[in-house]
Protein backbone atom coordinates (compact mmCIF):
# COMPACT_ATOMS: atom_id res chain seq x y z
CA UNK A 1 0.00 0.00 0.00
CA UNK A 2 1.37 3.42 -0.73
CA UNK A 3 -1.41 5.89 0.08
CA UNK A 4 -3.44 6.03 2.58
CA UNK A 5 -6.03 9.10 3.67
CA UNK A 6 -6.05 10.29 6.95
CA UNK A 7 -7.32 13.45 8.99
CA UNK A 8 -10.71 13.47 7.15
CA UNK A 9 -11.65 16.89 8.54
CA UNK A 10 -8.07 19.00 8.59
CA UNK A 11 -7.93 20.64 5.19
CA UNK A 12 -6.57 23.67 4.25
CA UNK A 13 -8.98 25.62 6.01
CA UNK A 14 -7.13 24.95 8.89
CA UNK A 15 -3.73 25.93 8.27
CA UNK A 16 -5.96 29.30 7.45
CA UNK A 17 -7.56 28.80 10.54
CA UNK A 18 -4.10 27.99 12.23
CA UNK A 19 -2.85 31.11 11.08
CA UNK A 20 -4.96 33.30 11.12
CA UNK A 21 -4.92 34.20 7.64
CA UNK A 22 -7.21 34.95 4.60
CA UNK A 23 -6.40 33.82 1.05
CA UNK A 24 -5.41 37.18 -1.60
CA UNK A 25 -5.51 37.18 -5.35
CA UNK A 26 -3.89 33.80 -7.10
CA UNK A 27 -0.43 34.05 -8.32
CA UNK A 28 -0.61 34.83 -11.83
CA UNK A 29 3.63 33.13 -12.18
CA UNK A 30 3.57 30.24 -13.71
CA UNK A 31 6.61 28.57 -11.80
CA UNK A 32 5.85 27.56 -9.15
CA UNK A 33 7.94 28.94 -5.70
CA UNK A 34 9.57 26.36 -3.97
CA UNK A 35 10.48 26.23 0.24
CA UNK A 36 12.20 23.60 1.56
CA UNK A 37 12.33 23.69 5.58
CA UNK A 38 14.86 21.60 7.01
CA UNK A 39 15.01 20.88 10.77
CA UNK A 40 18.52 19.70 12.53
CA UNK A 41 18.28 16.34 14.61
CA UNK A 42 14.51 16.24 14.75
CA UNK A 43 13.73 12.82 15.57
CA UNK A 44 11.38 10.18 13.36
CA UNK A 45 8.45 10.72 16.50
CA UNK A 46 8.93 14.39 17.58
CA UNK A 47 6.16 15.64 15.88
CA UNK A 48 2.18 16.02 16.73
CA UNK A 49 0.95 13.91 12.86
CA UNK A 50 3.98 11.46 13.71
CA UNK A 51 2.55 10.67 16.70
CA UNK A 52 3.99 12.79 19.85
CA UNK A 53 1.64 12.99 22.16
CA UNK A 54 4.14 15.49 24.44
CA UNK A 55 5.35 18.09 21.71
CA UNK A 56 3.55 20.27 19.72
CA UNK A 57 3.60 20.77 16.39
CA UNK A 58 0.00 22.35 14.88
CA UNK A 59 1.76 24.09 12.21
CA UNK A 60 3.25 21.14 11.14
CA UNK A 61 0.47 18.77 11.98
CA UNK A 62 -1.29 21.23 9.35
CA UNK A 63 0.82 21.20 6.71
CA UNK A 64 1.06 17.56 6.18
CA UNK A 65 -2.74 17.43 6.51
CA UNK A 66 -2.08 19.69 3.48
CA UNK A 67 -0.15 17.53 1.99
CA UNK A 68 1.59 14.11 1.57
CA UNK A 69 3.59 13.02 4.99
CA UNK A 70 5.87 9.79 4.78
CA UNK A 71 6.28 7.23 7.13
CA UNK A 72 9.00 5.79 5.54
CA UNK A 73 11.23 8.81 4.92
CA UNK A 74 15.17 8.51 4.94
CA UNK A 75 18.18 10.77 5.50
CA UNK A 76 21.02 9.79 3.36
CA UNK A 77 23.42 9.95 6.38
CA UNK A 78 23.10 9.69 10.52
CA UNK A 79 24.04 12.93 10.90
CA UNK A 80 24.41 16.53 9.25
CA UNK A 81 26.82 17.49 7.05
CA UNK A 82 26.67 14.54 5.07
CA UNK A 83 23.01 14.51 4.97
CA UNK A 84 22.80 18.20 3.63
CA UNK A 85 25.27 17.20 0.76
CA UNK A 86 23.14 15.01 -0.65
CA UNK A 87 20.18 17.19 -0.84
CA UNK A 88 22.14 19.54 -2.26
CA UNK A 89 23.73 17.51 -4.71
CA UNK A 90 21.13 15.05 -5.48
CA UNK A 91 23.74 12.57 -4.62
CA UNK A 92 24.80 9.54 -2.76
CA UNK A 93 27.60 10.10 -0.08
CA UNK A 94 30.99 8.68 -2.02
CA UNK A 95 29.75 10.70 -4.67
CA UNK A 96 30.98 13.78 -2.88
CA UNK A 97 33.18 12.44 -0.31
CA UNK A 98 31.36 14.13 3.00
CA UNK A 99 30.71 11.05 4.97
CA UNK A 100 30.74 12.82 8.61
CA UNK A 101 31.00 15.48 10.29
CA UNK A 102 35.03 17.06 10.87
CA UNK A 103 37.33 13.57 11.44
CA UNK A 104 36.34 10.08 10.35
CA UNK A 105 38.79 8.80 12.81
CA UNK A 106 36.21 10.32 15.76
CA UNK A 107 36.90 8.60 19.48
CA UNK A 108 39.95 7.16 20.50
CA UNK A 109 42.56 5.13 18.54
CA UNK A 110 43.21 2.23 20.44
CA UNK A 111 39.34 1.40 20.26
CA UNK A 112 39.43 1.43 16.30
CA UNK A 113 40.27 -1.40 14.51
CA UNK A 114 40.23 -0.37 10.87
CA UNK A 115 41.82 2.53 9.75
CA UNK A 116 38.09 4.40 8.20
CA UNK A 117 38.33 6.76 4.66
CA UNK A 118 39.01 10.14 4.77
CA UNK A 119 36.31 12.71 5.10
CA UNK A 120 35.61 16.06 3.20
CA UNK A 121 34.08 18.68 4.79
CA UNK A 122 33.35 20.88 2.36
CA UNK A 123 31.25 20.19 -0.88
CA UNK A 124 32.74 20.94 -3.79
CA UNK A 125 31.73 23.80 -5.95
CA UNK A 126 32.07 21.42 -9.29
CA UNK A 127 28.85 19.97 -8.11
CA UNK A 128 25.81 21.17 -9.59
CA UNK A 129 23.88 21.68 -6.86
CA UNK A 130 19.66 22.18 -6.93
CA UNK A 131 20.41 26.14 -6.30
CA UNK A 132 21.98 26.38 -8.89
CA UNK A 133 20.04 24.52 -11.43
CA UNK A 134 16.87 26.40 -10.71
CA UNK A 135 18.93 29.76 -10.75
CA UNK A 136 19.15 29.14 -14.71
CA UNK A 137 15.74 28.72 -15.16
CA UNK A 138 14.90 32.09 -13.67
CA UNK A 139 14.25 31.33 -9.55
CA UNK A 140 15.55 33.83 -6.60
CA UNK A 141 17.51 31.70 -4.32
CA UNK A 142 18.04 32.31 -0.64
CA UNK A 143 19.80 30.03 1.83
CA UNK A 144 18.56 30.90 5.37
CA UNK A 145 20.05 29.23 8.62
CA UNK A 146 22.80 26.43 9.16
CA UNK A 147 24.85 25.42 5.76
CA UNK A 148 27.90 23.74 7.12
CA UNK A 149 29.30 22.53 4.23
CA UNK A 150 32.01 25.33 3.47
CA UNK A 151 34.39 28.28 5.12
CA UNK A 152 34.51 31.64 4.20
CA UNK A 153 36.75 31.01 1.74
CA UNK A 154 35.13 28.28 -0.78
CA UNK A 155 31.59 26.12 -0.63
CA UNK A 156 29.46 29.06 1.41
CA UNK A 157 26.02 29.20 -0.64
CA UNK A 158 26.66 32.25 -2.72
CA UNK A 159 29.31 29.88 -4.20
CA UNK A 160 26.82 26.92 -4.25
CA UNK A 161 24.17 28.94 -6.59
CA UNK A 162 22.08 30.98 -4.30
CA UNK A 163 21.97 34.68 -4.64
CA UNK A 164 21.79 35.25 -0.57
CA UNK A 165 23.31 33.47 1.95
CA UNK A 166 21.76 34.34 5.89
CA UNK A 167 23.67 33.00 8.89
CA UNK A 168 25.20 30.22 7.08
CA UNK A 169 28.29 29.31 7.99
CA UNK A 170 30.76 26.40 8.47
CA UNK A 171 29.58 25.53 12.06
CA UNK A 172 27.31 22.76 12.51
CA UNK A 173 25.70 24.00 15.36
CA UNK A 174 24.83 27.54 16.76
CA UNK A 175 27.34 29.21 19.97
CA UNK A 176 24.09 30.39 21.29
CA UNK A 177 20.15 30.29 20.52
CA UNK A 178 20.34 34.25 21.83
CA UNK A 179 21.66 37.75 20.18
CA UNK A 180 24.06 38.25 20.05
CA UNK A 181 25.07 35.41 17.99
CA UNK A 182 28.79 35.43 17.18
CA UNK A 183 28.06 34.52 13.95
CA UNK A 184 29.99 36.17 10.86
CA UNK A 185 27.25 35.76 8.60
CA UNK A 186 24.59 37.08 10.97
CA UNK A 187 23.95 40.67 12.25
CA UNK A 188 22.65 40.53 15.63
CA UNK A 189 19.06 41.34 16.78
CA UNK A 190 17.97 43.25 20.02
CA UNK A 191 19.30 41.43 23.11
CA UNK A 192 17.79 38.50 24.01
CA UNK A 193 16.47 37.88 20.05
CA UNK A 194 15.58 33.85 19.66
CA UNK A 195 17.43 32.38 16.36
CA UNK A 196 14.75 30.48 15.23
CA UNK A 197 12.30 33.50 15.39
CA UNK A 198 15.13 35.61 13.63
CA UNK A 199 15.45 32.75 10.94
CA UNK A 200 11.84 32.88 10.50
CA UNK A 201 11.55 36.70 10.47
CA UNK A 202 14.46 36.96 7.40
CA UNK A 203 12.67 33.75 5.53
CA UNK A 204 9.25 36.05 5.91
CA UNK A 205 11.46 39.07 4.14
CA UNK A 206 12.93 36.97 1.45
CA UNK A 207 9.77 35.94 0.27
CA UNK A 208 8.27 39.57 0.61
CA UNK A 209 10.84 41.32 -1.63
CA UNK A 210 10.68 37.93 -3.94
CA UNK A 211 7.18 37.65 -4.17
CA UNK A 212 6.68 38.68 -8.01
CA UNK A 213 9.42 36.56 -8.91
CA UNK A 214 9.81 32.63 -8.72
CA UNK A 215 12.24 31.90 -5.68
CA UNK A 216 13.76 29.21 -3.66
CA UNK A 217 13.98 29.58 -0.34
CA UNK A 218 16.42 26.96 1.23
CA UNK A 219 15.45 27.45 5.26
CA UNK A 220 17.66 24.79 7.06
CA UNK A 221 17.30 25.85 10.45
CA UNK A 222 19.32 25.43 13.29
CA UNK A 223 17.12 24.03 15.70
CA UNK A 224 16.69 21.36 17.23
CA UNK A 225 20.49 20.69 17.30
CA UNK A 226 22.22 21.47 20.20
CA UNK A 227 22.77 23.49 22.61
CA UNK A 228 20.10 22.92 24.13
CA UNK A 229 18.34 26.66 24.84
CA UNK A 230 14.51 27.72 25.37
CA UNK A 231 12.68 30.61 25.93
CA UNK A 232 11.24 30.40 29.75
CA UNK A 233 8.17 31.32 28.40
CA UNK A 234 8.01 28.29 26.34
CA UNK A 235 9.41 26.09 28.74
CA UNK A 236 7.48 26.95 31.46
CA UNK A 237 4.58 25.55 29.75
CA UNK A 238 5.78 21.88 29.04
CA UNK A 239 7.43 21.38 32.45
CA UNK A 240 4.39 20.54 34.08
CA UNK A 241 3.28 18.58 30.95
CA UNK A 242 2.51 14.80 30.85
CA UNK A 243 5.73 13.26 29.29
CA UNK A 244 5.12 10.56 26.58
CA UNK A 245 7.77 8.06 26.89
CA UNK A 246 11.75 9.42 26.28
CA UNK A 247 10.03 12.77 24.83
CA UNK A 248 9.73 14.15 28.17
CA UNK A 249 12.50 17.21 27.80
CA UNK A 250 10.28 20.45 28.28
CA UNK A 251 13.39 22.59 26.97
CA UNK A 252 13.85 20.43 24.10
CA UNK A 253 9.65 20.64 23.54
CA UNK A 254 10.47 24.69 23.69
CA UNK A 255 12.99 24.65 20.99
CA UNK A 256 9.98 22.63 18.83
CA UNK A 257 7.59 24.48 19.59
CA UNK A 258 9.68 27.80 18.74
CA UNK A 259 10.69 25.93 15.31
CA UNK A 260 6.95 25.08 14.53
CA UNK A 261 5.77 28.43 15.16
CA UNK A 262 8.32 29.10 12.38
CA UNK A 263 7.03 27.27 10.19
CA UNK A 264 3.04 28.66 10.46
CA UNK A 265 4.63 32.04 10.61
CA UNK A 266 5.94 31.17 7.04
CA UNK A 267 3.02 29.34 5.55
CA UNK A 268 0.89 32.00 6.66
CA UNK A 269 3.13 35.00 4.89
CA UNK A 270 2.48 32.45 1.63
CA UNK A 271 -1.25 32.46 1.46
CA UNK A 272 -1.64 36.09 2.83
CA UNK A 273 0.73 36.72 -0.48
CA UNK A 274 -1.72 34.48 -2.45
CA UNK A 275 1.11 32.01 -3.25
CA UNK A 276 0.15 29.25 -1.68
CA UNK A 277 -1.38 27.59 -4.76
CA UNK A 278 1.53 28.01 -6.50
CA UNK A 279 4.27 27.18 -3.75
CA UNK A 280 5.18 23.80 -3.30
CA UNK A 281 6.30 23.62 0.39
CA UNK A 282 8.49 20.60 1.59
CA UNK A 283 9.64 19.93 5.03
CA UNK A 284 11.88 17.03 6.51
CA UNK A 285 14.70 16.61 9.00
CA UNK A 286 18.52 15.85 8.25
CA UNK A 287 18.92 13.14 10.33
CA UNK A 288 17.41 11.27 13.69
CA UNK A 289 17.13 12.80 16.74
CA UNK A 290 20.06 13.23 19.47
CA UNK A 291 19.44 10.54 21.67
CA UNK A 292 20.76 12.30 24.88
CA UNK A 293 17.29 14.66 24.51
CA UNK A 294 14.30 12.66 22.90
CA UNK A 295 13.57 9.32 22.46
CA UNK A 296 12.73 7.34 18.56
CA UNK A 297 10.91 4.43 20.18
CA UNK A 298 9.88 1.94 18.83
CA UNK A 299 13.03 2.60 16.20
CA UNK A 300 16.58 1.56 17.49
CA UNK A 301 19.24 3.87 17.62
CA UNK A 302 19.72 7.81 17.31
CA UNK A 303 21.44 10.24 15.56
CA UNK A 304 24.86 8.83 14.21
CA UNK A 305 23.38 5.47 13.40
CA UNK A 306 22.71 3.52 10.48
CA UNK A 307 19.88 1.77 12.71
CA UNK A 308 16.31 3.07 11.93
CA UNK A 309 16.51 5.37 14.70
CA UNK A 310 19.64 7.91 13.46
CA UNK A 311 18.00 7.77 9.65
CA UNK A 312 14.35 7.40 9.61
CA UNK A 313 12.97 10.85 9.59
CA UNK A 314 9.84 13.03 9.37
CA UNK A 315 9.12 14.00 5.78
CA UNK A 316 6.00 16.60 4.02
CA UNK A 317 5.30 17.41 0.54
CA UNK A 318 2.31 19.73 -0.16
CA UNK A 319 1.16 21.96 -3.01
CA UNK A 320 -2.35 23.23 -2.56
CA UNK A 321 -4.26 21.99 -5.41
CA UNK A 322 -2.05 19.81 -6.96
CA UNK A 323 -1.28 17.41 -4.08
CA UNK A 324 -4.21 15.66 -2.43
CA UNK A 325 -4.15 16.48 1.39
CA UNK A 326 -4.18 14.57 4.04
CA UNK A 327 -2.35 11.75 2.58
CA UNK A 328 -0.29 9.57 4.54
CA UNK A 329 2.35 7.24 2.55
CA UNK A 330 4.63 4.25 3.60
CA UNK A 331 6.35 4.00 0.24
CA UNK A 332 10.32 4.54 1.32
CA UNK A 333 11.58 7.65 -0.19
CA UNK A 334 14.97 9.30 0.70
CA UNK A 335 16.90 12.69 0.78
CA UNK A 336 17.98 12.38 -2.54
CA UNK A 337 14.73 11.56 -4.47
CA UNK A 338 13.90 15.62 -3.46
CA UNK A 339 16.45 17.07 -5.85
CA UNK A 340 14.91 15.33 -9.26
CA UNK A 341 11.09 15.63 -7.83
CA UNK A 342 11.59 19.50 -7.28
CA UNK A 343 12.81 19.60 -10.79
CA UNK A 344 9.83 17.85 -12.48
CA UNK A 345 6.86 19.51 -10.73
CA UNK A 346 8.49 22.37 -11.74
CA UNK A 347 8.85 21.31 -15.52
CA UNK A 348 12.28 21.65 -15.74
CA UNK A 349 14.97 19.61 -17.65
CA UNK A 350 17.88 18.86 -15.72
CA UNK A 351 21.35 19.15 -17.41
CA UNK A 352 21.98 16.38 -19.65
CA UNK A 353 25.09 15.66 -17.95
CA UNK A 354 23.88 16.18 -14.44
CA UNK A 355 23.60 12.73 -12.56
CA UNK A 356 21.15 12.11 -9.99
CA UNK A 357 20.90 9.27 -8.06
CA UNK A 358 17.41 9.70 -6.54
CA UNK A 359 14.08 9.20 -8.34
CA UNK A 360 11.48 11.55 -9.47
CA UNK A 361 7.87 11.16 -7.02
CA UNK A 362 5.91 13.64 -9.16
CA UNK A 363 3.75 11.12 -10.83
CA UNK A 364 3.11 9.67 -7.27
CA UNK A 365 2.90 12.86 -5.62
CA UNK A 366 0.42 14.56 -8.85
CA UNK A 367 -1.54 11.75 -9.93
CA UNK A 368 -0.86 8.63 -7.01
CA UNK A 369 1.06 6.26 -9.36
CA UNK A 370 2.77 3.35 -8.26
CA UNK A 371 6.28 3.66 -7.49
CA UNK A 372 8.34 0.62 -8.23
CA UNK A 373 10.30 -0.84 -5.53
CA UNK A 374 13.91 -0.14 -5.53
CA UNK A 375 16.77 0.09 -3.29
CA UNK A 376 18.17 2.90 -1.43
CA UNK A 377 21.73 2.40 -0.18
CA UNK A 378 23.93 4.26 2.96
CA UNK A 379 27.44 4.16 3.08
CA UNK A 380 29.35 5.63 6.18
CA UNK A 381 33.42 4.04 6.43
CA UNK A 382 33.82 6.15 9.39
CA UNK A 383 33.61 5.94 13.16
CA UNK A 384 31.22 8.27 15.81
CA UNK A 385 32.76 8.32 19.23
CA UNK A 386 30.09 6.88 21.79
CA UNK A 387 27.40 8.76 23.44
CA UNK A 388 26.21 8.37 27.22
CA UNK A 389 23.94 6.07 26.95
CA UNK A 390 24.68 4.00 24.15
CA UNK A 391 25.52 0.67 25.22
CA UNK A 392 28.12 0.15 22.58
CA UNK A 393 31.93 1.43 21.80
CA UNK A 394 30.65 3.20 18.87
CA UNK A 395 27.84 5.25 18.15
CA UNK A 396 28.64 4.22 14.44
CA UNK A 397 31.73 2.12 13.28
CA UNK A 398 32.57 2.06 9.28
CA UNK A 399 29.63 0.09 7.89
CA UNK A 400 26.79 0.07 4.77
CA UNK A 401 23.29 -0.10 4.71
CA UNK A 402 20.98 -1.09 1.90
CA UNK A 403 17.12 -1.19 2.05
CA UNK A 404 14.75 -2.91 0.00
CA UNK A 405 10.77 -3.40 0.43
CA UNK A 406 10.53 -4.40 3.96
CA UNK A 407 14.31 -5.88 4.10
CA UNK A 408 17.07 -3.77 5.45
CA UNK A 409 21.11 -5.35 5.32
CA UNK A 410 23.90 -3.73 7.31
CA UNK A 411 27.55 -4.80 6.85
CA UNK A 412 30.22 -3.48 9.25
CA UNK A 413 33.61 -3.30 8.43
CA UNK A 414 35.54 -4.02 11.01
CA UNK A 415 34.72 -7.99 11.08
CA UNK A 416 32.45 -8.10 8.00
CA UNK A 417 29.22 -8.92 10.32
CA UNK A 418 25.95 -8.72 8.17
CA UNK A 419 23.07 -7.96 9.98
CA UNK A 420 19.61 -8.23 8.31
CA UNK A 421 15.76 -7.20 9.16
CA UNK A 422 12.57 -7.39 8.13
CA UNK A 423 11.31 -4.25 9.18
CA UNK A 424 7.44 -4.45 8.58
CA UNK A 425 7.43 -7.04 11.05
CA UNK A 426 10.47 -5.31 13.51
CA UNK A 427 10.36 -2.12 13.37
CA UNK A 428 12.75 -1.71 16.41
CA UNK A 429 15.55 -4.22 14.35
CA UNK A 430 15.29 -6.33 17.37
CA UNK A 431 15.24 -10.10 15.65
CA UNK A 432 18.32 -10.22 13.17
CA UNK A 433 17.54 -12.54 10.69
CA UNK A 434 20.90 -13.43 8.80
CA UNK A 435 21.16 -17.11 9.86
CA UNK A 436 17.49 -17.44 9.34
CA UNK A 437 16.99 -16.20 5.22
CA UNK A 438 20.69 -16.48 3.77
CA UNK A 439 19.16 -16.66 0.01
CA UNK A 440 17.96 -13.29 1.61
CA UNK A 441 21.15 -12.13 3.13
CA UNK A 442 23.16 -12.98 0.13
CA UNK A 443 20.30 -11.41 -2.46
CA UNK A 444 20.82 -8.10 -0.38
CA UNK A 445 24.66 -8.04 -0.13
CA UNK A 446 25.07 -8.46 -3.90
CA UNK A 447 22.49 -5.30 -4.64
CA UNK A 448 24.73 -3.30 -2.34
CA UNK A 449 27.95 -4.89 -3.46
CA UNK A 450 26.91 -3.95 -6.86
CA UNK A 451 25.93 -0.42 -5.83
CA UNK A 452 29.17 0.21 -4.13
CA UNK A 453 30.99 -0.89 -7.31
CA UNK A 454 28.96 1.91 -9.51
CA UNK A 455 29.30 4.82 -7.36
CA UNK A 456 33.24 3.66 -6.56
CA UNK A 457 32.71 3.52 -2.83
CA UNK A 458 35.87 3.46 -1.06
CA UNK A 459 35.55 0.39 1.93
CA UNK A 460 38.23 0.87 4.48
CA UNK A 461 40.24 -2.42 4.89
CA UNK A 462 43.92 -1.17 6.81
CA UNK A 463 44.55 -2.34 9.57
CA UNK A 464 44.76 0.47 11.99
CA UNK A 465 48.42 -0.23 14.47
CA UNK A 466 47.17 2.18 16.94
CA UNK A 467 44.74 -0.19 18.17
CA UNK A 468 44.61 -2.35 21.41
CA UNK A 469 42.48 -5.46 21.78
CA UNK A 470 43.21 -5.28 25.77
CA UNK A 471 41.96 -1.80 26.06
CA UNK A 472 38.90 -2.21 23.88
CA UNK A 473 37.96 -5.37 25.92
CA UNK A 474 38.48 -3.16 29.12
CA UNK A 475 35.45 -0.63 27.92
CA UNK A 476 33.30 -2.76 26.40
CA UNK A 477 33.63 -3.95 29.82
CA UNK A 478 32.82 -0.79 31.74
CA UNK A 479 30.06 -0.13 29.61
CA UNK A 480 28.52 -2.91 30.42
CA UNK A 481 28.68 -2.60 34.33
CA UNK A 482 27.17 1.13 33.35
CA UNK A 483 24.09 -0.63 32.05
CA UNK A 484 23.13 -2.03 35.84
Known amino acids: MNRRYLFPSILLVDIMLLTGSCTNEPQAQSKPNIIFILADDQGWTDAGFMGSEYYETPALDALAASGISFTNAYANAANCAPSRACLLTGKYTPRHGIYTVNSSARGKTEYRKIIPIENKTVLDTSFITIAEVLHDYGYISSSIGKWHLGNDSIGLPLAQGF ?229 SVWRSSPASAIRLGDWKLIEFYEDGTIELYKLKEDIGETNELSEKFPEKKNEMHKLLDDWRKEVNAPIPTELNPGFDSVKLQAFKEKIEQERF
Request: glycine share 10%.
Open 163 to 391: NENVAGNSMGHPLRYFSPYINSKLEDGPDGEYLTDRLTEEAINFIERNKDNPFFLYLPHYAIHTPIQAKDSITKLFESKEPDGKHNNPIYASMLKSFDEGVGNVVKKVEELGLLENTIIIYMSDNGGLGLVTGMEPLRGSKGMLYEGGIRVPMIISWVGKIDASVVSDIPVIGTDLFPTILNLAQINPPEDLLLDGINLAPFLLDGEEIEERPIFWHSPVYLERLRGVN
